[in-house]
């Protein structure tokens, strides 16, 4: 029986990749210039520091626009709060996000069983496996889930006839 697995995963190495890229930027650019302005990575979570707010934000938008030419999708960043480090220096932790959320694959589920399409979907740890009769439905069902799910990044892989 055909199937497919629905899943949401950044590139790792492309994330570390745009990690690098941004702080050789930040190093070069004039305006932060004598600043403790970085991007650290830990597994999954990436640290900006920088000497303000206004900093910061110029440290996180670096970073979007190295991780959108390096094609990792800025729906898996999930910002966390702002702190103050000492002084004015101040730090934000990103989380990458790594795989489907409970209530997002059931929102998934919800959504192929709504459609009325031929196909069953199935929660399997942190994503979901959609199985259908024909090759068709399964292309048909991606498609549709392209179109409806616009808040979460998502991937189809391990596709079998």
Not at 21 to 30: M, P, V
Not at 54 to 77: E, I, S
Not at 107 to 136: E, F, H, L, P
Request: hydrophobic share 35%; with cysteine.
């Amino acid at each position: 029986m055909p199937s497919f697995d629905t899943v949401s995963e950044a590139n790792l190495v492309e994330v570390k990749n745009a990690v690098d890229q941004a702080n050789k930027e930040i190093t070069t650019r004039f305006d932060f210039k004598g600043s403790d302005a970085r991007v650290e990575q830990k597994e999954r979570d990436l640290t900006a520091y920088a000497d303000s707010e206004f900093q910061l934000g110029q440290v996180c938008d670096v970073l979007t626009n190295k991780m959108t030419k390096r094609n990792v999708d800025v729906r898996f960043l999930d910002h966390g709060k702002i702190e103050k480090i000492g002084g004015d220096k101040v730090k934000q932790v990103i989380k990458v996000k790594n795989g489907i959320e409970t209530e997002d694959a059931k929102k998934i589920v919800r959504v192929i069983k709504d459609s009325k399409m031929k196909v069953q979907a199935s929660i399997q740890g942190d994503a979901v496996r959609v199985t259908g009769a024909k090759r068709d439905d399964l292309q048909a069902a991606m498609a549709m889930l392209r179109k409806e799910i616009k808040d979460l990044p998502l991937e189809f892989n391990n596709f079998r006839d």
